[in-house]
C-alpha cells in the first residue's frame, strides 16, 4: 500500500458529485460516491428543463447518471453519510453510516408489483409534497440506481408490527414481488473506507417560505416554490406537465413569480443572494407560456442574468414572450376574489400601491446551506464561513480548511448549474493532484463484450421511441408512431418508452437486442448530440457493433418547432423515424482504430488561469509547456490590486509566478507566438515562435487560457478628459492614493458600459462588484467624499452581496438608470458633470464629479480567431468568446477532442471562477494525459485510392487538416483520427472517390425515399 491511497470519497451525489467521480475514475481513481437519498441526482433530477438552453433537464442528466453507474471504478453507497473522518491528506479512514434499504439491489428489476399493493401511503418528497405515494418506491422514473426502498420504515406496518410480534402482518410487497427482493433482514451498517482525500458535494436545502407570514405559503394552497412549481411543469410530476392550480386542478391563465423570497434579506438571515433565482424564474416563465396561453409576471428587485448567454434570454423575455416583469419589493399575499385565486398587493416604482389577482403565484425561494452538510462539515473538522456554507478563499476555490478535503457545488456557495460543474472538476482535480503518486493503483478493468458477428444476416431492427416527458408526448402522439412503424420492413420489436435515456430503460434495451436477435437498433428521441454516446454504449455492452445504431431526432427538429401543431408534428415524427429505419438497414459495422497518447501538456496564456492550469497539471506529474505571447507572466491580473473580498492580487500573482518557474515540470516560454498545428487528440504538435526562432512542441492535450481585456470606450468623454477612467484605471489610483484620488468629493462610477447593448448584449458578470470595491476603496481613502454608482441592475450575486449592502451602509448612493436615459458626462468650463435621470424619483440629477469611473465591457482577446482556427475551435454568440461544447455537460470542453478552455477566454469571470475553471480545464485534460491508449476512427470519411483523381479539392475544404496528400501514389488519404466525419469532402469529391462511413450514398438516398413515400 503507498503512502498515499488512490481512492477518494465524494459525498453527495447530485450533479456536481457525479461530474467529480467521473473526472476522477477517467483519471485513474477508484471513487466512492455517497448519497443520502436512495438514487443519485440530486435537485437537477426534479427539475423540468435548464436555463438558457431549455434543454430537457433529465435528458442532460440520465447520460451522467447512467455513465456514473456503469463505472467499473464508481461505487455508489446509497442511503448513506459520512460520519467520521480519522487520519491526513493522502490516507483517511472513513467512517460511514448507511440505512437499510429492505430491498435487494441485486434482484429488483423495479417493476413497481410492490408498490402496486403497498396500503401505506406518504407525501412524496420528489414531487415536493404535491402529491402521495407508497412507502415501498422508487425515487423518479429514470433513478440511478434503479431499485426501490422502503423509505418510511417507521411506517411499514411489518417493520413496526410485525416483527416486533412475530407475526407475519402485511408482507404485501413481499408476497407480490416475483423476484423475492423483499429483504427484511437488512440493517443499519457503520463501516470504514480507506480514501486518501474526501470532496464534498452534498447540494442545498430549500429556504421554507412559511417563515414569511406575509407570503401566505403553506395557508393559501396556490402559493408554491420555486421547485414544487418544476414539478408542476414536469411530464413526470403530479400533473404530468399540466400548469393547473394545485387547489382545483384547473388550468392557471394568470401566474406570477416574486424573486428574493429568501435571499437579500438579513431579516431572516440570507443577507446573500442566491444567484440562481432570476434565471430559473425566467425560464420557467418561458415554459409555462410554452404549455397554452398564460400571463406570466415577474416581480423583481435587480435581475441578475450575469451568467454566459443569460442576458440574451432575459432580452428574448422580454420581447417575444410578453412576460412582464415589475420592478418591486413589497408584497403581501391574500386571498383573491375567489377561493382558488391568490391576491398580491405591491408597491411600483412610482410608489403608487396595486392589487392583482393570480392563479398561482410562485416563490423563487433561494438556496440554504444543506443542514446535514453543516453537521458532517462540522464532524469532520471543515470551518463554515458566516452563511453556513464551506468556508473556501479567492486562490483556493474548492479547498476547505482541512487538508485533502475539497468542495464544490452549492454547499460552496449559491451558483448556477455550469458553475457547479466546473467547480466538481476543479475539486476532482485537486484531489487528483494530492494523489498523484497513487494514481492507477486501486482501479479495476472491464473485460470488453465480445462482439456478434452479424454480417450476411437479415437486418433485424428494433425500434425505441421516446415519450421524452412533455419535450415530446405532449405534441408528438407516441403510441400512432410505434404502432406505424410496426409495420415498416426488417422491424422486429418496436416500443415506446417514457425517458429512453433512463437507466431502467438502457438496460432493458440491453436484453431485448439479445431476446430478440437485434442487428440494427433505432432511437427516436432528442439530439444525438448529447445522447448518441450513451446508445452507442448501450449497444456495445449487449455485443453489437456501436455504429449498428441510429438516431431519429424528433425533439428538435419536430416537437419542439411544431408544438402548436400535433397533427402535423404526429406525422413528421412518423417520417424521421421511418428515415431513420430506412438508413438502419443498409447500416454496416465499422471500427475503431487506437492511437498511443502523449503524455505532456500545452497551456496556452500565462495569466491566473494559465498558470493554475499548468500547476495543476504539473503537479500531478505531466510535463508541461506554457506559452505567454507578452514578456511576462500575469495577464489581465498585473492591472488588478486587490479584489472585492479584500486579497492582494499582487501578492498572490507573484506567488503564483515563483512557483511556475520553480517547477520543474513546467517549461515557459514568453514573447512566444503560435504559428501552426496538426495532429489530434493524444498527439498534437504545436509549433511557436520565440524570439525569431520556431520550436515544435508535442503534447497530448491543450488548455487555451488567453484572458480577455477592458473595453476602452469611446463614450461618456472617456479619452477627452483625463478625470474620466476606466474601473481598472479608477482602481489604480484609488489603490495607490493618489493626490487626486484623495482631493476628490464626488465619486461618479457608470456601470453597464459597453455591456448589455445591442452591439455586446452579454453582461460582463464582474463590473457591478468592481464598481462597490471602487465605491469602498473610494470611501476608505476620503470617508467624507461623495460616492455615487449608476446602474442599470445591481448583480453582486452570491456572498459579494454582503459588499453592496456594506457600501450603502457606509453611504455609497445608488441611482438607476434605464437604457433609453443613459447618464451624460459633460465638460462646461473645465467642470466635470454626469447628470442622470433616477427613474424611481422620476427626478434628474446633476453632479459634479472630480472623477468618473467606467465600468467597462469585458472583451475576448484580439487573437482569439487566430487560436480558434488552428485549434479548429470557435467563438460563440456572446460577444465572441470560445464556444464550449455543452454549457452545462461540459462548459471546459471543446467540441474539438482533447482541447479545453480556462478563464475569460471563455468569457467574464472573477479571479476565483477563473481559478476554479483552470483546475477544472487540467482536471479534464487529466483524463486524457492518464490514458495510454485513446479510440478513434469509426464513423469517418474515406479514399478509395482506385477512384481519385488526384485533384485534391478534399484536402483543400477539410476542416480538420484530416486529409493528406500522397505524392508517390498521387491519391489522397485520410488521418481516421484526425477527421470529424462532418462530410466535406465527401460532398466536394468530383469522382466520389471520398465517401463517409455511416453516410453512403445508398445510406442517404434511402433515407430521402423514405421522407417522399
Not at 433530477?45 to 471504478?73: G, W, Y
Not at 487520519?87 to 410492490?114: I, L
Not at 484526425?978 to 466520389?992: D, E, I, M, V
Request: hydrophobic share 40%; net charge negative; glycine share 8%.
Amino acid at each position: 500500500m503507498p503512502d498515499k491511497i488512490g481512492s477518494v470519497m465524494v459525498v453527495g451525489g447530485g450533479i456536481a458529485g457525479v461530474q467529480a467521480s467521473l473526472d476522477l475514475a477517467e483519471a485513474g481513481y477508484y471513487v466512492y460516491l455517497v448519497e443520502a437519498s436512495t438514487a443519485i441526482g440530486g435537485t437537477m433530477a426534479q427539475l423540468d428543463k435548464t436555463f438558457p438552453t431549455n434543454d430537457c433537464s433529465m435528458c442532460i442528466l440520465s447520460p451522467k447518471l447512467v455513465e456514473c453507474d456503469r463505472h467499473p471504478n464508481i461505487e455508489i453507497i446509497t442511503l448513506a453519510n459520512l460520519i467520521d473522518l480519522q487520519g491526513e491528506a493522502g490516507n483517511f479512514k472513513a467512517t460511514v453510516f448507511q440505512k437499510p434499504r429492505y430491498v435487494d439491489a441485486d434482484k429488483c428489476v423495479a417493476c413497481g408489483d410492490c408498490a402496486a399493493k403497498c396500503p401505506v401511503k406518504v407525501s412524496d418528497e420528489f414531487n415536493e409534497g404535491l402529491e402521495i405515494r407508497k412507502i415501498i418506491a422508487n425515487k423518479y422514473p429514470q433513478a440511478v440506481p434503479n431499485t426501490y426502498a422502503i423509505t418510511h420504515p417507521e411506517k411499514c406496518l411489518y417493520l413496526t408490527k410485525g416483527v416486533q410480534t412475530g407475526k407475519p402482518v402485511c408482507l404485501l410487497c413481499q408476497k407480490a414481488c416475483g423476484k423475492d427482493a423483499i429483504n427484511w433482514e437488512d440493517k443499519e451498517k457503520t463501516f470504514s473506507l480507506d480514501v486518501g482525500a474526501v470532496i464534498l458535494a452534498p447540494g442545498f436545502d430549500e429556504f421554507d417560505p412559511k417563515t414569511i407570514k406575509t407570503l401566505g405559503y403553506g395557508t393559501l394552497k396556490n402559493v408554491v416554490t420555486s421547485i414544487e412549481f418544476e414539478r408542476i411543469l414536469s411530464a413526470s410530476g403530479p400533473f404530468q406537465g399540466h400548469v393547473v392550480r394545485p387547489s382545483d386542478h384547473q388550468e392557471a391563465k394568470k401566474v406570477a413569480w416574486i424573486q428574493c423570497v429568501g435571499s437579500r434579506d438579513r431579516s431572516i438571515g440570507c443577507s446573500y443572494c442566491s444567484s440562481v433565482c432570476c434565471t430559473y424564474a425566467i425560464k420557467e416563465a418561458m415554459i409555462a407560456k410554452e404549455h397554452g396561453e398564460m400571463d406570466a409576471t415577474i416581480f423583481f428587485m435587480d435581475m441578475r442574468t450575469y451568467g454566459k448567454g443569460f442576458e440574451a434570454y432575459y432580452n428574448r423575455a422580454q420581447e417575444e414572450t410578453g412576460i412582464r416583469f415589475i420592478r418591486s419589493r413589497s408584497f403581501e399575499l391574500g386571498p383573491g376574489s375567489s377561493e382558488h385565486t391568490v391576491k398580491i398587493r405591491y408597491s411600483d416604482e412610482g410608489g403608487e400601491i396595486k392589487h392583482e389577482e393570480f392563479d398561482i403565484v410562485v416563490l423563487s425561494v433561494g438556496l440554504r446551506p444543506s443542514s446535514k452538510a453543516m453537521e458532517t462539515a462540522k464532524r469532520i473538522g471543515v470551518d463554515l464561513n458566516q452563511h453556513g456554507f464551506a468556508a473556501t478563499t479567492t486562490s483556493a476555490p474548492v479547498e476547505t480548511s482541512r487538508p485533502g478535503v475539497f468542495v464544490c457545488g452549492t454547499f460552496h456557495g449559491p451558483m448556477d448549474i455550469p458553475t457547479a460543474v466546473m467547480q466538481a472538476s476543479a475539486a476532482a482535480s485537486g484531489a487528483g493532484t494530492l494523489l498523484a503518486e497513487a494514481r492507477g493503483t486501486l482501479v479495476k478493468s472491464e473485460e470488453p463484450v465480445a462482439e456478434m458477428d452479424v454480417s450476411g444476416q437479415e437486418p433485424r431492427i428494433g425500434v425505441f421511441v421516446c415519450h421524452c416527458g412533455i419535450n415530446i408526448g405532449s405534441t408528438v402522439d407516441v403510441p400512432s408512431v410505434v404502432e406505424y412503424i410496426k409495420n415498416a420492413p426488417n422491424v422486429v420489436y418496436a416500443e415506446e418508452n417514457l425517458y429512453s435515456c433512463s437507466s431502467d430503460t438502457q438496460d432493458k434495451i440491453k436484453e431485448i437486442i439479445l431476446e430478440h436477435k437485434l442487428n440494427r437498433v433505432v432511437v427516436a428521441s432528442c439530439t444525438p448530440r448529447t445522447h448518441e454516446p450513451l446508445f452507442r454504449a448501450t449497444c456495445a455492452s449487449a455485443g453489437l457493433n456501436p455504429f449498428l445504431f441510429e438516431m431519429g431526432n424528433i425533439r428538435e427538429h419536430c416537437s419542439w418547432v411544431h408544438m402548436k401543431d400535433k397533427e402535423a408534428a404526429t406525422a413528421k415524427a412518423k417520417e424521421i423515424v421511418n428515415r431513420a429505419v430506412a438508413k438502419a438497414r443498409l447500416l454496416e459495422p465499422l471500427q475503431t482504430v487506437t492511437i498511443g497518447v502523449n503524455k505532456d501538456a500545452l497551456v496556452i496564456g500565462g495569466g491566473i488561469a494559465g498558470m493554475n492550469a499548468a500547476l495543476d497539471l504539473a503537479n500531478q506529474g505531466f510535463k508541461v509547456s506554457l506559452v505567454e505571447k507578452s514578456d511576462q507572466l500575469g495577464g489581465m491580473a498585473r492591472r488588478i490590486h486587490v479584489n472585492l473580498e479584500g486579497m492582494d492580487v499582487g501578492a498572490y500573482l507573484d506567488g503564483l509566478i515563483g512557483a511556475v518557474n520553480a517547477n520543474p515540470n513546467i517549461t515557459v516560454y514568453t514573447g512566444a507566438k503560435i504559428t501552426d498545428v496538426s495532429g489530434y487528440v493524444g498527439n498534437f504538435i504545436t509549433t511557436i515562435d520565440v524570439g525569431g526562432q520556431p520550436k515544435d512542441i508535442e503534447h497530448g492535450a491543450v488548455i487555451i487560457a488567453i484572458g480577455g481585456k477592458e473595453l476602452k470606450p469611446s463614450e461618456y468623454l472617456y479619452g477627452q478628459d483625463d478625470r474620466v477612467l476606466t474601473g481598472l484605471e479608477l482602481e489604480a489610483e484609488l489603490v495607490k492614493g493618489t493626490d487626486r484620488a484623495k482631493r476628490a468629493k464626488n465619486f461618479v462610477m457608470i456601470n453597464c458600459v459597453g455591456s448589455r447593448e445591442p452591439d455586446r448584449v452579454y453582461c460582463s458578470r464582474i463590473c457591478c462588484s468592481e464598481s462597490v470595491k471602487n465605491a469602498l476603496k473610494a470611501k476608505a481613502l476620503n470617508p467624507d467624499a461623495s460616492v455615487y454608482v449608476l446602474y442599470r441592475d445591481m448583480r453582486t450575486y452570491s456572498f459579494k452581496e454582503d459588499y453592496y449592502e456594506e457600501a450603502r451602509r457606509k453611504g455609497v448612493i445608488f441611482l438607476r438608470y434605464d437604457p433609453a436615459g443613459k447618464p451624460v458626462v459633460s465638460n462646461a468650463g473645465g467642470n466635470l458633470t454626469v447628470t442622470v435621470t433616477d427613474p424611481i424619483l422620476g427626478e434628474t440629477f446633476v453632479i459634479d464629479a472630480d472623477l468618473v469611473g467606467l465600468a467597462a465591457a469585458t472583451l475576448p482577446p484580439d487573437d482569439s480567431r487566430d487560436i480558434g482556427q488552428l485549434y479548429k475551435v470557435c467563438g460563440d454568440y456572446d460577444g465572441g468568446f470560445f464556444l464550449e461544447a455543452h454549457m452545462k455537460l461540459r462548459p471546459v470542453d471543446f467540441a474539438t477532442d482533447g482541447v479545453f478552455v480556462a478563464g475569460l477566454a471563455h468569457g467574464p469571470k472573477f479571479i476565483e471562477e477563473s481559478i476554479a475553471q483552470a483546475r477544472a480545464a487540467a482536471a479534464r485534460a487529466a483524463t486524457v494525459l492518464t490514458k495510454d491508449l485513446l479510440v478513434g476512427g469509426g464513423a469517418v470519411a474515406k479514399v478509395d485510392k482506385d477512384k481519385c483523381s488526384g485533384c485534391r479539392i478534399c484536402v483543400t475544404v477539410c476542416p480538420y487538416s484530416a486529409i493528406s496528400f500522397l505524392e508517390a501514389q498521387n491519391v489522397a488519404e485520410v488521418n481516421e483520427v484526425l477527421c470529424k466525419g462532418c462530410g466535406t469532402c465527401a460532398a466536394a469529391c468530383p469522382s466520389h472517390a471520398a465517401e463517409h462511413q455511416g453516410f453512403k450514398d445508398e445510406q442517404l438516398f434511402a433515407e430521402i425515399e423514405a421522407f417522399l413515400v
